[in-house]
């Protein structure tokens, strides 16, 4: 009779009950039987998903502690922004609102596979796993927990953090990053394929100088296929092809993660570099690149003077540093060949994307005396809200006008570090004053 009359109730009232049912001790143990169990507000998930979620099935009694318990699955999963609930006495149903903060997952340094089949695991494990986690709570950390699992079912122990990515040049969040904070990650083993003998030696040293850096599961190949070819073109092999891979299993040491890469490269026909132009069409001539150096007729000696001619290398230097003079931080440039076959010749225009111009930000000067720092922020010329332009710290230095200051910094070791903020396109200097060894 107790329960009928409470059923009564429920059912008259319509009692809503938000996170955590309202019932006294002895009646949460009382069993309740739903004809149905809904729910609404989210089309992101189907029925069974979120009954799987919850743990409860219809058709079978269920106590109001399990129906707290199931409430606050959802609740902390992080996967909706609220939840209410009501058990009118026939069916029981769920209100949710969905998140507006999950994201996409990203992995940092993981040597796992992102895609379709990864999401597909994890949501047979996890079925409110629709691809997106939230910042914080049980869906997030559940996800975190498997990636780990996952890597020690390959032999892998690691500790994994997950944090919010931040869209670049924004404040906005694009994803949430999982990255295996320890043991270290890095490039391992790179069994190459197609080296010429000549060429041997040097593209091995070079294999050599890339092992052992930082693995990245977004940039590692690309970055790869970037140091192969640009060494292969600064050799006069403008036409080489360079195919990066992963090579098989992780290799575990006592304090690292090593992950084996192939490279593959087609060197192609050798070709002598004619010309390279500006996107504007200007012809960079080794000239404009030694007075860019601050190397002229009346100071350059044999020792300073750029020699060799105009590389591809040395001319994307020079194009780079006329940019960035304009305030262009984020200037990429990108070399388009042009073969000339009947005389063995490739010219190059570049191609550029500029980016935001950039402003000067905060100065700072370090571990100096009062009155060489006073002397310092005396003689500097770019006030903070003017264009940035990286060549006056170099300028400032080894240009200085200030007598005093150029003996001083003629005498000791002139160290700056520029840090870039997207969110305000500002650069924020700090010059340091080191003595020489």
């Not at 100096?368 to 903070?384: G, I, Q, S, T």
Request: proline share 6%; hydrophobic share 45%; glycine share 6%.
């Amino acid at each position: 009779m107790l329960l009928l009359g409470i059923m009564k109730i429920l059912h008259f009232h319509c009692l809503v009950i938000a996170l955590l049912l309202s019932f006294s001790l002895p009646l949460a143990a009382q069993k309740f039987l739903p004809k149905t169990i809904q729910f609404k507000g989210d089309p992101e998930y189907t029925n069974a998903e979120l009954l799987a979620a919850i743990g409860l099935k219809p058709g079978i009694s269920i106590t109001g502690d399990q129906i707290k318990e199931s409430a606050k699955l959802l609740t902390d999963s992080g996967a909706f922004s609220e939840m209410t609930f009501k058990f009118d006495g026939v069916d029981l149903v769920y209100t949710l609102a969905p998140s507006q903060t999950v994201y996409p997952i990203h992995l940092d340094n993981l040597p796992l596979t992102a895609g379709p089949e990864l999401d597909n695991k994890l949501h047979q494990r996890f079925p409110l796993y629709h691809g997106k986690v939230p910042p914080q709570g049980a869906l997030l950390n559940q996800v975190r927990g498997a990636l780990e699992e996952m890597l020690a079912a390959e032999g892998i122990k690691a500790t994994i953090a997950a944090a919010p990515m931040g869209k670049p040049g924004t404040t906005l969040v694009a994803a949430i990053n999982f990255s295996i904070i320890a043991p270290k990650v890095q490039v391992g083993e790179i069994q190459l394929q197609g080296v010429s003998p000549s060429l041997r030696a040097p593209v091995q040293a070079l294999a050599a100088s890339i092992m052992k850096t930082p693995y990245d599961s977004d940039r590692s190949v690309a970055d790869l296929v970037h140091a192969f070819e640009a060494f292969y073109i600064e050799l006069g092999y403008a036409n080489v092809q360079v195919h990066a891979a992963l090579s098989g299993a992780p290799v575990v040491t006592a304090d690292s993660i090593q992950v084996p890469f192939s490279v593959a490269i087609n060197q192609g026909k050798y070709y002598e570099v004619g010309a390279v132009y500006m996107p504007s069409g200007e012809k960079i001539t080794e000239e404009a690149m030694n007075v860019a150096a601050g190397i002229t007729p009346d100071n350059a000696t044999e020792k300073l003077t750029i020699k060799g001619g105009v590389t591809l290398q040395n001319a994307m230097q020079f194009a780079d540093g006329q940019y960035k003079s304009k305030g262009y931080m984020e200037t990429v440039l990108t070399p388009r060949a042009q073969f000339d076959e009947a005389h063995g010749i490739v010219n190059y225009k570049l191609e550029v994307q500029t980016g935001p111009v950039y402003k000067m930000g905060k100065l700072t000067i370090e571990d100096v005396a009062d009155d060489v720092r006073a002397k310092m922020l005396a003689n500097w010329k770019m006030p903070e809200g003017a264009v940035f332009n990286e060549r006056e710290v170099f300028n400032f230095y080894y240009k200085q006008r200030n007598v005093p200051l150029a003996l001083i910094f003629a005498t000791t070791a002139c160290k700056y570090k520029l840090a870039q903020n997207a969110d305000t396109r500002t650069v924020d200097v700090t010059l340091r004053l080191e003595k020489r060894p």
